[in-house]
């Protein structure tokens, strides 16, 4: 078959601007879907990719948050048909413990399916004018036109919502939300911290409201954003700018929260999420740092039955978790539309100076028809 040509944005060198260059994608195999891409978000660990914090192979496509409408798909693919509306999220590999335990997002081979850079017997899907591009990030690399996925990381979505929006449910929103409902399973009548109010923190706000949490304390420095998270359904907020959050969590709560999540990624915040905690209190870490970065606790802290895990996608099943965020939007329990700010493909850069500087908390880039 004849490789599709697309427009897509490219990474060429560390921390430099995307450019916006004509690729050519290969065409899918027996259990590959191609997706004309209508939308896709802009996450943070793109950005942290782009500036290799998380080393992947350059040149590179990234994007992870991709919606869009089944073109292509393979032979043996059943999952979905063209003209299918579909969300792409993270890839799994399906054989190994954890996969087959049902804990996709812990996949043994998560590095390889979604940082690889390849598929992953190593072979390429991008080039130009035989250049290698990398892609395959998160079987999508979705900041383009088309994007070749698996049948594993596809999910069919219902055609009563605006597939613009829908993008970001396969990676940010879905890790918010799914932190709170499926990892942590906030129960009703308990109370949540959440340190940093960006997409996924406020999906988690979103999400603590679903689960009938009844103290949701949202800590940020931003004033903007925590106007928001009130608007959401945070019951208090914290500037940490203007008071101890530790100190502001233990007067309205009396003893420390049931539970915390720290989004922030910066060691300093993560600390004061754990000591937030009450007896028995659980933190969650989302928040993606540089390798190698550490942090030290009291060990009394976390002696007194604390708890600190880490929390990938929201330990999410896509397939399940995604149709199920959406049927909460359609009802109105889960307004993350808010959250979103639309930006063309060739705004890319603004896009990603807008969300670093903290003027947008959700960009979504829409592709060029």
């Known amino acids: 078959m004849i490789n599709l040509k697309i427009q897509a944005a490219v990474v060429r060198k560390k921390s430099q601007p995307f450019t916006i260059e004509e690729l050519e994608l290969e065409s899918p195999r ?112 979705s900041f383009a036109t088309y994007a070749l996925a698996t049948e594993r990381n596809v999910v069919k979505v219902r055609e009563d919502v605006p597939l613009e929006i829908l993008g970001p449910l396969g990676c940010g929103i879905q890790t918010g939300a799914g932190a709170v409902l499926n990892s942590l399973d906030a129960k009703a009548g308990s109370s949540i911290a959440i340190f940093g109010t960006g997409s996924v923190g406020l999906s988690a706000v979103m999400a603590a409201v679903v689960a009938g949490c009844t103290t949701i304390i949202a800590i940020d420095i931003n004033a903007e954003r925590l106007q928001l998270a009130k608007e959401l359904g945070a019951t208090h907020i914290i500037n940490p700018a203007e008071r101890n959050p530790v100190e502001a969590i233990g007067q309205i709560t009396g003893s420390g929260v049931n539970y915390s999540l720290e989004t922030t990624g910066l060691p300093q915040v993560f600390r004061q999420a754990v000591e937030s905690l009450t007896l028995l209190g659980v933190c969650g870490l989302i928040g993606a740092a540089p390798l190698g970065t550490e942090v030290t606790f009291d060990m009394n802290s976390i002696l007194f039955g604390r708890t600190i895990r ?44 807008d969300s670093e500087q903290g003027r947008t908390i959700k960009p979504v880039l829409r592709m060029p028809a």
């Not at 292509?72 to 693919?77: A, F, I, L, Y």
């Not at 996709?104 to 081979?109: E, T």
């Not at 049927?327 to 493909?345: A, K, M, T």
């Open 30 to 141: 027996a259990d590959e879907v191609v997706v004309r891409i209508v939308a896709t978000g802009l996450c943070h660990t793109d950005l942290v990719v782009r500036d290799q914090y998380y080393p992947v192979a350059l040149p590179v496509v990234l994007g992870h948050e991709g919606a869009g409408v089944v073109d292509q798909v393979g032979d043996r693919v059943t999952k979905v048909k063209p003209g299918d509306r579909v969300v792409l999220s993270y890839l799994s590999c399906g054989h190994c413990v954890n996969c087959k335990k049902g804990d996709l997002a812990y996949c043994h081979q998560t590095f390889a399916c979604n940082f690889g850079g390849t598929r992953l017997d190593g072979s390429t899907t991008l080039c130009k004018n035989g250049e290698v591009i990398h892609g395959s990030f998160f079987a999508q690399s």
């Open 310 to 353: 880490g929390i990938i996608e929201g330990d999410s099943i896509p397939d399940i978790f995604i149709p199920q965020l959406i049927e909460l939007y359609v009802q109105g329990r889960f307004p993350f539309d808010r959250l979103i700010s639309f930006y063309n493909l060739e705004q890319i850069n603004q896009a990603a100076a």
